[in-house]
């Protein structure tokens, strides 16, 4: 069963400061990722996706990805209060078989 | 761009009846749409996989007879909760994928109160 890991937090950084957000997944060929943005009682809002091993950069936003490791993480720099919410790790099946697993999600507490 | 609409944002319903919900992607067409719940504080749990033109592929444990789903076009899903109950309740999220991309786009959700 293909599985993606989250701590589910909270994590609390001050604000201003790099939050770090972690995912961990067992599809070894996985070709997609991203991560969602929640907020309490919406829906899921895109915020990155990314293909390829290495960095990439939208913003104050960081995608982070380790196919090796079947690591990605999600940085956000200069944290903001209006980032607090809930952020979901989703990575796409292999096999061509387009059907992602969502982790269950790490909660983000920006405090000024 | 890419953007997902769902019809109604928020219903209450008696015990029994049936409830529809529609998901729509306003500006791509949507070869795979998803229907999602989610209870209060909850991660999202995935319900169904609808394929325009051939019938969804329900997740382990969840009753097609009882969630009904419809992608008749590439732009519209629906989702008809039938003689819903109490336990029904819930917060229900579509999501459509591109045929250009794997990127999955969400609704902004339907909150269903059952009395």
């Known amino acids: 069963q293909k599985e993606v890991e989250q701590n589910s937090g909270p994590l609390s950084v001050p604000e201003g400061a790099i939050a770090s957000l972690n995912c961990t997944y067992s599809?070894?060929?996985?070709?997609?990722f991203f991560w969602y943005r929640q907020y309490s009682g919406k829906s899921p809002e895109l915020i990155m996706s990314?293909?390829?091993?290495g960095d990439k950069e939208d913003g104050r936003f960081t995608a982070q990805l380790n196919k090796a490791s079947q690591y990605v993480s999600l940085l956000i720099r200069d944290s903001q209060p209006s980032d607090s919410a809930t952020y979901l790790c989703a990575v796409g099946a292999s096999g061509g078989s387009y059907i992602p697993t969502f982790g269950r999600g790490t909660s983000l507490i920006v405090h000024p | 761009g890419a953007v997902v609409s769902q019809h109604p944002s928020w219903v209450i319903c008696k015990s029994g009846t049936s409830v529809k919900i529609e998901c729509r992607s306003l500006?791509?067409?949507?070869?795979?749409m998803f229907w999602y719940r989610q209870f209060p504080k909850q991660s999202l749990m995935l319900m169904a996989t609808s394929n325009e033109g051939s019938k969804a592929t329900y997740e382990q444990g969840v009753e097609k007879d009882k969630f009904l789903i419809n992608h008749a076009s590439l732009t519209l899903s629906t989702l008809t909760v039938t003689s819903a109950h109490p336990e029904d309740s819930s917060f229900y999220i579509c999501s459509a994928r591109s045929t250009a991309s794997e990127t999955q786009y969400f609704g902004p959700g339907t909150r269903l109160l059952v009395l």
């Open positions: 500006d791509f067409q949507a070869t795979t």
């Open positions: 990314i293909y390829s091993n």
């Open positions: 599809d070894r060929g996985s070709q997609s």
